[in-house]
């Protein structure tokens, strides 16, 4: 009965502000989720990830119409469905009796990263659920469940093949009866699958290298091998989205919660029986530190797979102290999830991309909007309107020269002209686009702004 009031509890936390805008993430989830299959698969060869995801996406969205709440409600609740299967995987590990499994129920019910993955259209916490329910067939030996599950999961995310190396290394520390029968069983599956899918993770991986060598700040936001990137995992997995002013109070405080959650979990390291989950926890990490020397995949989203095991840990290690602390320790964990999960919610610059918001103020003007980058951003073929776009970068991401017959054939009857300079921290820090449109007879009237989108500049003619 508790853990179904827990498991209410998460889902009715992950409806909270699921109405938000679309962001440009989610805007290319949709773009690919309304493709044809037959063409989906040539298509997201320009994207970083497999096709499961979307192909679920496809088949949901007509019947969710405009509503981005209804479209993210399925995906909502396979997120919530990982309360329960984590209750389940502590339960064979730690046994019935202990509070371990309900407590990492609870905290992963209230913790604010997974809450905020859990509403977004993305496949993180799909991955997340489908890695947590292979470790659970793992600790019950149902290999060939667990092979199965683990060839989804890697068409869901290829991330997750970090938690393929995890059970492996279990195995061998608990080897199981039939070694070579079960390594079989568990790497053959997703191996044959790959080499038939290697075409189009090739294609992948060249676009892949070629845009952050296009676009160095793209390199950054990917996540490098640095210290910040490692430190943020930790940080994030415990107060989500949010952040503070100024920046070294919002390190420092949050460098203090996030030593004692880690002290708190360090306990786990005394349990036996925890092997398994500090295993599945700290095997991604280090093989994705290793990858990041090549390739930039340390962003804390890539690994929320393992926030369950955190979390696991974490409420190992609360259930390991002495029974004066042990309740005050859970209400200040919970307090602390709380804490982030109502900051988010109260403060809109957290939130997602105003997309949605953009485009209501656009819809009548007849305009025509300059955007620094080579093509119209994804939200924004959702939210359609009569606004036309000119790109103002060419497909490499190198500013072009912006030709004044080019500009009078894009803006013939348009009244009103604007510059959003989203993404020109990237793809044009210096502003080029924007201080060029003054040879064109517009004149600067008005500035304004749309969360997390930069500034969004009106011009009119002199």
Not at 205 to 224: E, K, R
């Amino acid at each position: 009965m508790l853990l179904a009031v827990i498991t209410v509890l998460g889902f009715v936390l992950r409806l909270t502000l699921s109405n938000q805008s679309f962001w440009l993430d989610e805007g290319a989830s949709i773009m690919f989720g309304k493709l044809p299959t037959a063409q989906l698969i040539e298509s997201i060869k320009t994207d970083f990830h497999p096709p499961l995801y979307y192909s679920l996406l496809h088949f949901w969205l007509p019947f969710a119409d405009k509503l981005e709440w209804l479209i993210r409600l399925p995906f909502i609740i396979l997120a919530t469905a990982t309360i329960p299967v984590l209750y389940h995987l502590c339960r064979e590990i730690f046994s019935d009796k202990s509070r371990i499994p309900m407590l990492s129920a609870l905290f992963l019910a209230l913790n604010p990263l997974h809450i905020y993955y859990s509403q977004e259209l993305r496949m993180y916490s799909l991955a997340t659920l489908l890695v947590v329910l292979s470790w659970y067939f793992m600790i019950r030996k149902k290999y060939l469940l667990v092979s199965l599950i683990n060839l989804l999961g890697f068409f869901t995310f290829y991330g997750v093949v970090f938690n393929h190396f995890s059970q492996i290394i279990f195995l061998f520390i608990q080897p199981p009866k039939k070694m070579v029968r079960t390594l079989a069983t568990l790497i053959a599956p997703t191996a044959l699958a790959f080499l038939f899918w290697w075409p189009v993770f090739s294609a992948q991986l060249s676009n892949g290298h070629y845009l952050t060598g296009a676009l160095p700040g793209w390199q950054v936001l990917s996540g490098s091998l640095t210290f910040k990137s490692l430190a943020l995992i930790p940080l994030k997995f415990i107060l989500g989205r949010i952040s503070l002013e100024p920046q070294k109070l919002y390190f420092l405080s949050g460098g203090i919660i996030t030593s004692i959650f880690l002290i708190i979990s360090g306990r786990a390291i005394l349990i036996k029986k925890a092997l398994p989950l500090w295993i599945s926890l700290l095997t991604p990490l280090v093989t994705g530190s290793l990858v990041s020397l090549k390739t930039p995949i340390l962003g804390y989203w890539r690994f929320l797979f393992i926030l369950p095991f955190f979390l696991a840990l974490l409420a190992a290690g609360v259930e390991s102290l002495p029974k004066t602390v042990f309740l005050g320790t859970v209400a200040w964990v919970c307090g602390v999830f709380l804490f982030a999960n109502l900051y988010f919610w109260n403060n809109p610059r957290f939130q997602r991309e105003d997309w949605r918001g953009l485009n209501a103020f656009l819809a009548g003007k007849n305009g025509l909007m300059m955007i620094a980058f080579p093509y119209k951003f994804a939200p924004l073929y959702f939210y359609t309107g009569d606004t036309r776009y000119l790109p103002l970068e060419t497909s490499s991401y190198t500013q072009k020269p912006l030709l004044k017959t080019e500009f009078e054939e894009t803006a013939t009857s348009a009244s009103s002209f604007y510059y959003l300079d989203y993404l020109a921290d990237i793809t044009d820090s210096e502003r080029s686009g924007l201080q060029t449109l003054s040879q064109f007879g517009l004149k600067q009237i008005g500035v304004y702004n749309f969360n997390n989108l930069g500034q969004l500049y009106e011009f009119r003619r002199l």
